[in-house]
């Protein structure tokens, strides 16, 4: 063939390969590069690499198989044709049950699954948080959300101990151990909760986000949280909480907010999905502000009865009890004595 007839078509985009650092013989993934509108998350990472992996292992038994068929075939006819077909038969099942087995403990067994979304740098963490604060007017276009779980997962425990610092500092009577469970159960449970609402929510309004990115976003929106409580609790002035309130509280949920409405589509949507988010996150903060601590006081009165002040050791008046010991000596002498004369 000529020159002129060659196949000269190339893709306009870089392509996956763009995207694979090679590496001693595995792939890295850059998630900076990647289109964050693409709809990755742990389990399509997972089924991507087994099912590359179960290609490899199909083909080869395939081609063992069929060299075995055909050296069985030479010597034993027909009937070695039937045996060979019940051994396919039952190699296939027990191949399909070993995929399946594997598939199920590697995706939940390993650990590169989850290296690209805790693969980040502090002054990425740094400049996300910045970010979090910043809202940005631009809904002609999605804007971008950072794919990566370690800023906002950072941001859920240091908001736990900010909340254990304000119980100390409040005066709550902690009678059994710390409320550490307490803290973890309340932030873990809504930067899960509120993220699975959100994101059932998003699907339901037709909203171009994925669950991680759900779960990036809505974390580093915590940040306005640590941030406000943190003064708060060692600033004890109602004014100056609600100043910060809607000053960091309202800039992080307009940022969450700019970044939903440029990824739905319609009025209608948009207001059901950013309204409830706004609420959620606006109301969260002040429950652990005021209702917080209240409410776990009562749990506590609850679950473990009254609150009953410890036994305490009383001082014995020591004077008065040398006098008594002086008498009580006195009085065994005396007996003593009145004995020896009889």
């Not at 998003?202 to 974390?219: D, F, K, P, V, W």
Request: hydrophobic letters at 45%; charged letters at 20%; proline letters at 3%.
């Amino acid at each position: 063939m000529s020159e002129g007839n060659k196949n000269t078509n190339t893709e306009p985009w870089g392509g996956f390969d763009d995207n694979l650092i090679q590496r001693g013989g595995s792939a890295v993934i850059d998630m900076e590069n990647m289109d964050d509108t693409s709809g990755s998350s742990f389990e399509d990472v997972g089924e991507m690499h087994q099912r590359m992996k179960d290609e490899e292992e199909v083909t080869a038994e395939a081609a063992a198989t069929e060299e075995e068929g055909g050296e069985d075939g030479e010597f034993l006819g027909m009937k070695g044709i039937k045996g060979q077909l019940g051994r396919q038969v039952a190699d296939e099942v027990w191949r399909a049950g070993k995929r399946q087995a594997s598939k199920a403990f590697n995706l939940y067994a390993n650990i590169d699954i989850l290296r690209p979304y805790f693969d980040v740098e502090p002054i990425q963490v740094r400049n996300r948080l910045i970010e979090s604060l910043i809202p940005v007017r631009m809904i002609n276009f999605p804007q971008k959300v950072a794919g990566e779980l370690y800023g906002p997962m950072m941001l859920v425990f240091t908001l736990v101990a900010i909340l254990l610092h304000g119980m100390k500092t409040s005066g709550t009577v902690i009678r059994e151990g710390t409320l550490m469970g307490t803290a973890i159960g309340t932030c873990f449970g809504y930067w899960l909760g509120v993220s699975s609402f959100i994101y059932f929510l998003a699907y339901l309004c037709n909203a171009q986000i994925t669950m991680l990115q759900m779960l990036s976003l809505l974390g580093y929106g915590l940040f306005s949280h640590c941030v406000v409580l943190f003064v708060t609790y060692s600033v004890h002035f109602h004014s100056l909480f609600y100043l910060l309130w809607l000053v960091f509280g309202g800039l992080s949920t307009l940022r969450m907010v700019a970044v939903l409405i440029s990824r739905t589509v319609g009025q209608t949507p948009r207001l059901i999905l950013c309204g409830t988010l706004a609420a959620l996150h606006m109301l969260f903060l002040l429950y652990l502000h005021f209702a917080y601590h209240k409410i776990v006081e009562g749990i506590l009165d609850t679950l473990e009865g009254p609150n009953v002040p410890p036994i305490q050791r009383v001082a014995r008046d020591l004077p008065n009890a040398i006098t008594v010991l002086n008498a009580t000596g006195k009085a065994l002498a005396a007996g003593a004595d009145a004995i020896l004369t009889q």
